[in-house]
C-alpha cells in the first residue's frame, strides 16, 4: 500500500512493538508529529520539558523494561540537545532508537534555518547511524535500526530524516512479528569457542583465591541468573561494578561491595591478592583499573564480553571469552563442579564490605538516610540516580536486589540524568515505585522535569542529598587540592520544596531520620494517589564517599578507608 514516510515511521514502530515515544517537537518533524494524532491509542508519546528530557526518559524505559527506548527531536538544536542523553546510553550499553527530522534534502548544508549535521556529530557516540535519503529505503533503515540497537552489545542508533522525506509516498510492505524476531536473530553474537571454555574451567580448578567482577554486561545480557549460579558454584568473593549493581544481588553471602575508586576494602584488598580474577561484562574503565599496570597483579585475568573492542582495551589478559554473557555462563555451568573456597572467603570478609558513619545527633548520615529509604519502600523499587557523592553512597548503601533496579549514568557520569530516566522508568513500569535519588548539584540540571512527572501524573520520589556543594568535586578539592574550593559551593536557590509547590507537587525537608520516615510515610501516601512527590535531605558538607582511592594508583592504596 502507498503511504507518506511519516505514516511509514508509525506502522515500523508498531511493527517493532513501539507504544511509547518520548520527544518534543517543532518544524522539520511536523510531519511526523501530524502523522502521530492518527495513532492516538497505539503510540503514547510523552512530551517533555527538554529535548535532554527525552532522551534520559528514553534511555530509562529501556533499561527497566528490557525494550528498545524510542525518542523523537527536530532538526538543529532539537537535535543536538540529544547528544548528551545518547552518548550517556552509548556508554551504558542502552538500546534506544534516536529519530531526528532535518531540513528538506534541497537545504542540507547551506547553512539552513536549524540545520546541523546531526549524522557526523553522533557518528562516535552511535552504534550506527543514518541519514534517510530516499523514502523507499526508510523502512529497511528502521527494521536495521532496531536490530542493531537490541543486537550484541546493545547501544543507541540515531536515524535522521529529512523534512521531504517524511512527506514523500512510498509502497509500504509490513513485516509479522514473526518476521521481525528473525531479523533480529540474524543480529545475534556468535557461540563462544568451546576451547576457550575449556581453557577457563582448567584455570578455575587450578586456582586456590578466585574472584569474580560481576559488570553492566551481566544486566544488558540478560544473565543475571546464570551469573549468580556461576558464583555459587565457584564459591568466590564478587565484585560488582556500578553498572553491575543489582545483577548480583548486594545483600548476597557472596558480595564484596563495588570495586575500585569507591571500592569497598573487601572488594579492593581481594582484587589485589586473588590469583584469579574473572570479569564478565566488565569494560575495566579507569574508575575500576585505576592503575591498569598493577591491576590484580597476582592474578590470572580472565575477560568475559560480547563486544571484542572490550579485550584488553584498558588491561591485559591471560585469557578472554567471546561471546553473549548469558550463553558462556550457560557454557561454563554446565560443566562447573561444586567448589568450596571457604578460607579464601573467610580472609577477604574479614574486610569490610560497606562503610560504617559514626552517628551523630541531629545531623543524616548517608548510611542513615539509605538505610531508611530502603526499609519504607518495596523490595523491588526501582531507583535512578544522578551523578556524584549520592550516587556513590547508593551503590554502597542501597542492596540492589535485581538487575535493572538501579538505572544510574556509570560510564558517561551525566548530571541530569537521574529524573528523567525515572519518567522513563515509571512509564515503563507502572505498577512499581520509582526512586528518585540525587544530590543538590545534578537536580538542578534536570529539575524543570517536574513539569513532566506532575502533568502525567506519575507518583515518583525525588530525595535531593542536599549538602551544599557540587558534592564530589568538593571532595576532590578537599582532599587533593588542598581546601580550595573553587566554585563548587552551591550558597544559592532555589528551596527545592517551594520549587515541587511551583510544579505542582508536595515536598518536605528534613535534617534527622525521624523527619525522613515522616516525609516518606507522606510520599507513599501522595503515591497511592498517583502524585509525585519531593524531600529535600539536608547531609553535613562534611560527609565524604569513603572509601576512596586517588586516579592513577594501586587499588588498594586508599587514601580514605
Sequence with gaps: MEMTGAKVLMECLLEQGCDTVFGYPGGAILNIYDELTRYKGKIRHITTSHEQGASHAADGYARSTSRTGVCFATSGPGATNLTTGIATAFLDSSPVVFITCNVAKPLLGKDSFQEVDIKGITEPITKKNYQVQNVDQLAKTIRDAFATAESGRPGPVLIDIPKDVTAAKTE????????????????????????????????????????????????????????????????????????????????????????????????????????????????????????????????????????????????????????????????????????????????????????????????????????????????????????????????????????????????????????????????????????????????????????????????????????????????????????????TTLDRGPDFVKLAEAYGLKGSRVTSTSELVAALTEAKAEHAKGKGYLIDCIIPREELVRPMVNGGTNINDFLLD
Design 172 to 487: 509500504f510492505t509490513p513485516l509479522t512479528p514473526k518476521a521481525v524476531d528473525k531479523r533480529r536473530h540474524m543480529f545475534r553474537a556468535p557461540e563462544p569457542e568451546t576451547e576457550d571454555i575449556d581453557v577457563l574451567l582448567d584455570m578455575i580448578a587450578k586456582a586456590k583465591k578466585p574472584m569474580l567482577i560481576c559488570g553492566g554486561g551481566v544486566t544488558r545480557g540478560k544473565a543475571s541468573e546464570e551469573f549468580r549460579t556461576f558464583a555459587r558454584r565457584l564459591d568466590a568473593p564478587t565484585a560488582i561494578t556500578l553498572m553491575g549493581g543489582g545483577a548480583m544481588d548486594g545483600a548476597d553471602v557472596l558480595s564484596t561491595g563495588m570495586i575500585g575508586m569507591h571500592g569497598s576494602q573487601a572488594s579492593n584488598r581481594a582484587c589485589a591478592c586473588c590469583d584469579l580474577l574473572i570479569s564478565v561484562g566488565c569494560r575495566f574503565s579507569d574508575r575500576v583499573a585505576l592503575k591498569p599496570s598493577t591491576f590484580a597483579a597476582e592474578a590470572k585475568l580472565v575477560q568475559i564480553d560480547v563486544d571484542p573492542k572490550e579485550i584488553n582495551k584498558n588491561v591485559q589478559s591471560d585469557h578472554y571469552i567471546l561471546g553473549d554473557a548469558k550463553r558462556v555462563l550457560e557454557l561454563l555451568n554446565e560443566r562447573l563442579p561444586q567448589y568450596d573456597h571457604s578460607d579464601w572467603k573467610s580472609y577477604v570478609f574479614s574486610f569490610p564490605t560497606e562503610t560504617e558513619y559514626d552517628d551523630v545527633p541531629g545531623t543524616l548520615t548517608p548510611k542513615q538516610a539509605l538505610s531508611t529509604i530502603q526499609h519504607c519502600f518495596p523490595d523491588d523499587v526501582m531507583v535512578t540516580t544522578d551523578v556524584g557523592e549520592h550516587q556513590m553512597w547508593a551503590i554502597q548503601h542501597f542492596h540492589f536486589h535485581y538487575p535493572g533496579q538501579l538505572l544510574t549514568s556509570g560510564g558517561f557520569g551525566t548530571m541530569g540524568f537521574g529524573l528523567g530516566a525515572a519518567i522513563g522508568a515509571q512509564l515503563g513500569n507502572p505498577d512499581k515505585t520509582v526512586l528518585h535519588i540525587t544530590g543538590d548539584a545534578s537536580f538542578r540540571m534536570n529539575c524543570n522535569e517536574l513539569a513532566t512527572e506532575e502533568h502525567y501524573g506519575l507518583p515518583i520520589c525525588t530525595v535531593v542529598f542536599n549538602n551544599g556543594c557540587m558534592g564530589m568535586v568538593h571532595q576532590w578539592q578537599k582532599l587533593l587540592y588542598d581546601k580550595r574550593y573553587s566554585e
